[in-house]
């Protein structure tokens, strides 16, 4: 494998500080183009510092002195704004764009680097939830690699490599969350910091509350559809505690292949990177008998709506996901700020979903325009239920 010089957008954050560490156990094979950041100045510069890439972005702009002055003595090339994000991925070095933005932030720098021919490896689910026909149609047309870093994602393509069968039916694995197996009635006095408290993997704050409401998993059922080329109903979900079994994949003769390891995003980051090579790693190897029993379970789609609110969207295409997608981010931001409660999220999803009128056939523009409307549109209904 040729040494791979990779674009991290979003390095501090926890995929892109564990992609370091990647990048740091095999200096040989990988080079640091691009890192990014929206807000973490200290961290950010002391990636720099370490990984003297071409080029730094600190998206936003009030920072934008901090960081050109810490990294003056360097040829780094410091720039801000969300523009930035986009003109950085341009870089002509650059193999791999590591995309680990939280949000839609990261659609338009993923449409860039997809057209300039870079290959993407995709943590945020949120460009294909978004916007999955259009990415998935460049991907195509610029003959690039869109490489899976979800774990459940990275399983089911692992599982299919060299597979020529079609699937039948493919099963992404949830955890279930802090509050698995509550009641609705249960889930209207939960707080904000039971939410955080993720029973098996360690994230940022808004992937941990999507966990918990399981619209983590429903961004994950409409990612995986576009990434593998499936009907709503190909894709299943199961709860399995343990987090040891990351998906399965059934083929049309019934067969199964299921991809597993203890949770550690590392290793599907590895992956990503060094596809379609495996690398030796130190990583803390899987042991049966440290877990004799692997359970499953149903996810309770009347207690947990999200997930359901996001297999009815995929199923109704046209801007759906989008408008849902722009919703979810609003009322997590409003829950991380004790706006709005619990359950509360999920309705005012819905609400937005009613009142944003669906379109078909989308450009890139359109898009963008009713994640702002849909944004506007939660904004206000969390300001009216405040209000009252």
């Known amino acids: 494998m040729k040494k791979k010089n990779i674009a991290i957008l979003g390095s501090t954050g926890s995929i892109g500080t564990q992609a370091l560490d990647v990048v740091r156990a095999f200096p040989e094979k990988f080079s640091v183009s691009v890192l990014t950041a929206g807000n973490n100045v200290s961290l950010l510069i002391e990636q720099a510092l370490a990984f003297l890439p071409k080029i730094v972005v600190i998206v936003n702009e009030k920072h934008y002195a901090t960081v050109k002055e810490a990294l003056a003595a360097t040829s780094i090339c410091v720039m801000s704004g969300e523009s930035a994000l986009v003109e950085a991925v341009e870089l002509q070095e650059i193999d791999v764009v590591l995309n680990a933005i939280v949000g839609s932030a990261g659609l338009k720098p993923t449409v860039r680097a997809i057209q300039k021919g870079k290959d993407i490896a995709l943590a945020n689910k949120e460009t294909l939830v978004v916007a999955g026909e259009l990415i998935m149609g460049l991907v195509e047309q610029h003959n690039v690699k869109m490489l899976p870093v979800d774990s459940e994602h990275s399983a089911i393509f692992q599982c299919l490599v060299g597979e020529p069968s079609p699937i039948e039916k493919i099963y992404l694995t ?215």
């Open 174 to 388: 949830a955890s279930g969350g802090p509050f698995r197996g509550m009641s609705t009635q249960e889930l209207e006095s939960v707080t904000l910091a039971q939410a955080l408290k993720h029973p098996n993997w360690s994230m940022g704050a808004k992937i941990t509350i999507d966990s918990a409401s399981l619209m983590n998993k429903g961004l994950e059922v409409i990612e995986a559809k576009w990434l593998f080329g499936l009907e709503p109903n190909q894709v299943d979900v199961i709860v399995h505690p343990q987090s040891i079994i990351h998906s399965l994949v059934q083929f049309e003769d019934g067969s199964m292949k299921a991809q597993m390891g203890l949770p550690d995003m590392k290793l599907p980051i590895q992956y990503a990177l060094t596809y379609p090579n495996r690398f030796k790693n130190d990583f803390k190897r899987f042991n049966f008998v440290d877990y004799p029993s692997l359970t499953f379970e149903k996810p309770d789609l009347e207690s947990f709506r999200n997930l359901q609110i996001a297999y009815d969207t995929l199923a109704a295409g046209g801007n759906r996901c989008c408008v849902m997608n722009a919703a979810n981010e609003v009322v997590v931001e409003a829950f991380l700020k004790n706006e709005v409660s619990f359950l509360g999220m999920s309705s005012i999803i819905e609400e937005t979903l009613c009142q944003v009128k669906n379109q078909y056939n989308l450009s890139l523009e359109d898009y963008i325009a009713f994640d702002s409307e849909s944004r506007r549109v939660a904004r206000n209904l969390i300001f009216n239920t405040v209000k009252h």
